[in-house]
């Protein structure tokens, strides 16, 4: 029951229904409040209890201003928790093994029990192992349950011994797309003693893109495994008011543009602006022009340029999307009538008062590609490939891309319209099948092969080997997923096929995308086209794009080329996508199915040909792109409430495979000492009733000294387990053959193997090993101090008794919120990390496993300061304290006696984050909260 000091607890009624609310303009400063803290505002009045959630936080809130730095500490219970597999499962697997702790100290299991709703969709599972043919899609979901079912099995025991947990079966769709399509209220109701309590819908998830239900009004984000355990547990999250960036849209989108060149233009633009832990909003004039599907691709890529949540408010264009989607009428009506009397409904004659405010004019869009590491590496199409050229040159890519500029205007091609452009005068022939056609400074190393059934081609530098139109951001999108089956129709139809060496595959969101294509009579072209069907799920995007085709990944290997993948998805880091390509694009479906058919990145996709067509003349994309006229009208025609009502019918249901698991019985789960996929973790390990104290770190060697934007796939990667690896020679001393390795992602259950995992990526630079690439370091514990694997150094290190520090530059952690990465170097025997900065999740992942988090001072790091990482450290200003400390004293002392000191900041920044360290971590600590809080405890926490 909220304290209410605020006098703001009330009646109101829908369809004759009464609800009981906390009205927001009792606080008197409210109507000036963005639309997010407004959603805060209300969490806060409603959770009020004057312990945990006080009359102070919710004054603090009130105060808010919008330049200040905040330092304003509040509590956040979100009123569900969203999960997908590759991060639920080892969340349920700490939960489990959090029950046996209780147990063992003589707790009630039955404390470790979800207290808020949580739903996992099992979507990162299955593998593009089949593709271009009829049965991918059944051959991909068997072999996914065949090698998965020790993780299915413990998720089906879980969805049956705790309550509030209930599991999205495999092969039914991405989270994020089931999330905002089906369980998405946006105006959440719960009963308590009092009737019915209407409030906003809000939510954290185990997955980065969580905010992609930001485009629904729905303020939600992603957090690591175990924050969203603690908030399972009834612990609200600890956070500092945000400073709240509002992002003015105006205009209209330009002929030939796409909701990806949107959100691929918003990701440059707020990386370069700087928000990092902020909230976005978008408002103005031009938010009436953006779709909701749209809407749900800008939120979808906050993790991208670093925004905590990037949110539109409520208005008519949510209620149309509630609608279409099958919602009952009773709930559209209930989230009209409470945003309205909420001021959460959007008024465009008033704007809320922001930090900041940035512009963009939507008429400035052009088509546009991203990477080939970062997302927020735009690369407009025009200019492609002299930028493109630039790269293969070694050229970073802000040059790269000036050089394209240049060399793009030089050749003097028509910028306006741009898709509808003319050919040029250059009077190029249709492109030739190695698709060198022009002057390249690129190295030009064709390897010929034969493909059965394919005849002879030729592999070269720059080649597109993966097109996939996969991962959340665009297959929810039925703008983009009509324009890429309209364009393979019209390819089809002009006599075009993809090029041999192309490994093409379509991963949609949900079953509705499918059935969508089926009414509109487009899934046969996309299948003519390679673009099968080959599961519902992440697939390319997370790693899980299996193999190549045979005879293209021996000429990779063989000959060193520098092969490319082309995605419809947000996330193309280093090693992510497949251990064969170096580099790796973004852009929208459309685009993959563009660049399916040339095969290469050194095509210009507005001034060359795709390729010959039947009648024997060249074909360009203007030929084959379709309007955004015809686009809406197959959406209007083919896309119906009913195809919802019906996909998501028996959502939690499954097929055979998953219905007919053996879950075994009882309030602990029955380990199987014998599984490779999910073991008993060591978090609890020796924890008593009470926290031992805080000690300084001496005598402590570097790990690892990593450059600017270390992502959470760097440091735990998601896709393919080598042979030869830590992570693979386990699994074969285990008895797993090889061709039964699966990825990291799925092996998360099992911290055997995701400790030999950490800082395993294969293109991890560690400047401790210079000359490497991967998971290798120098043992310190060795005289010679020789180069091994991360791994193999850090059992040396952790018999040896010594502490272990990384060393790391700007945006440490960038990425995917990933747990495992904290987890992983926390196992490890890592005690602190010492960055130039952090991206807000890993920072705050790795005080929740007990690992400090410490930042140089401005102007200075670990070159500044002279840090080869061969040196010594000791870190003092530790011991004797709460964690409440601001600073700490390093001396890091060299192989020769020489020493450099220097204070670093502690990046502890609330007192909720602090108590977590004081424990050794967040699970630690919930242990002993949820024991002190058991009936046979004797006490209340």
Known sequence: ??????????????????????????????????????????????????????????????????????????????????????????????????????????????????????????????????????????????????????RYQMLRWAQHAFTNFKVVPPDTGICHQVNLEYLARVVFTREDPDGIVAYPDTLIGTDSHTPMVNGLGVLGWGVGGIEAEAAMLGQPMSMLIPQVVGLKLTGEFPPGTTATDLVLTVAELLRRTGVVGKFVEFYGPGIAKVPLANRATLGNMSPEYGATCAIFPIDDETLSYLRLTGRSEHQIHLVEAYAREQGLWYDPEHEPEYSQTIALDLGTLEPSIAGPKRPQDRIPVRIAPHAIDALFEGQPYEKAVLRGLDEANAESFPASDPIAVSPGSTNRPPATPCRCNRHHNWPHAPVDITIPGKGKTCVDNGHVVIAAITSCTNTSNPSVMIGAGLLAKRAVEKGLTRQPWVKTSLAPG??????????????????????????YGCTTCIGNSGPLIPEVAAAIDEHKLNVCS?????????????????????????????????????????????????????????????????????????????????????????????????????????????????????????????PPPLTDIKGARVLAKLGDSVTTDHISPAGAIKADSPAGEYLIEHGVERKAFNSYGSRRGNHEVMIRGTFANIRLRNQLAPGTEGGFTRDFTRDDAPVTTIYGASVN??????????????????????????????????????????????????????????????????????????????????????????????????????????????????????????????????LRQLLLASPESGSKA
């Open 566 to 690: 082309v995605l419809s998805g947000n996330r193309n880091f280093e090693g992510r996508i497949h251990p064969l390509t170096q580099m790796n694009f973004l852009m929208s479906p459309m685009l993959v199915v563009a660049y399916a058919l040339v095969g290469t990145m050194h095509t210009n996709l507005l001034s060359e040909p795709l390729g010959t067509g039947s009648d024997g003349k060249p074909v360009y994309l203007k030929d084959i792109w379709p309007s955004t006229h015809e686009i809406q009208n197959v959406i209007d025609a083919c896309l119906q409430a009913d195809m919802f009502a019906k996909g998501y019918a028996d959502v939690f249901k499954g097929d055979d495979n998953w219905r007919n698991l053996h879950v075994p019985e009882g309030d602990a789960f029955e380990w199987n000492a014998d599984s490779t996929y999910v073991r008993q973790p060591p978090y609890f390990d020796g924890v008593g009733r009470e």
């Open 510 to 535: 949900s079953r509705v995308v499918t059935d969508y294509y089926d009414r509109a009579g487009l899934t046969p072209y996309l299948d003519q086209l390679g673009f099968n069907l080959v599961g």
């Open 797 to 926: 290190y952790i018999a040896a008794g010594m502490p272990l520090v990384i060393l790391a530059g700007k945006e440490y952690g960038s990425g995917s919120s990933r747990d495992w990465a904290a987890k992983g170097t926390a196992l490890l025997g890592v005690r602190a990390v010492i960055a130039n900065s952090y991206e807000r999740i890993h920072r705050s992942n790795l005080i929740d496993m007990g690992v400090l988090p410490l930042q140089y001072k401005e102007g200075q790091g670990a070159d500044a300061l002279g840090l080869s990482g061969e040196e010594t450290f000791e870190i003092t200003g530790v011991a004797g304290t709460d964690a409440s400390m601001h600073s700490v004293h390093v001396c890091a002392t060299s192989p020769q006696g020489k020493t450099q000191e220097f204070e670093a900041d502690v990046r502890i920044d609330t007192p909720a984050e602090a108590a977590y360290y004081c424990h050794g971590g967040i699970l630690p600590y919930m």
């Open 1 to 150: 029951m909220s304290s209410n000091s605020f006098g703001t607890r009330d009646q109101f009624a829908v369809d004759n229904k009464a609800y009981t609310i906390y009205r927001i303009d009792r606080v008197k400063t409210a109507h000036r409040l963005p639309y997010s803290l407004k959603v805060l505002l209300e969490n806060l009045l409603r959770n009020e209890d004057g312990h945990l959630v006080t009359a102070e936080q919710v004054q603090a809130l009130a105060d808010w201003q919008p330049l200040a730095a905040q330092h304003s500490e509040i509590q956040f219970t979100p009123a569900r928790v969203l999960m997908q597999d590759f991060t639920g499962v080892p969340c349920v697997v700490d939960l489990v093994a959090m029950r046996d702790a209780i147990i063992a100290l003589g707790g009630d299991p039955h404390r470790i029990n979800p207290l808020i709703p949580g739903e996992l969709v099992i979507d990162h599972s299955v593998i593009a192992d089949v593709f271009g043919q009829a049965d991918a899609f059944a051959t991909n979901a068997s072999l996914e349950f065949e090698r998965n079912v020790e």
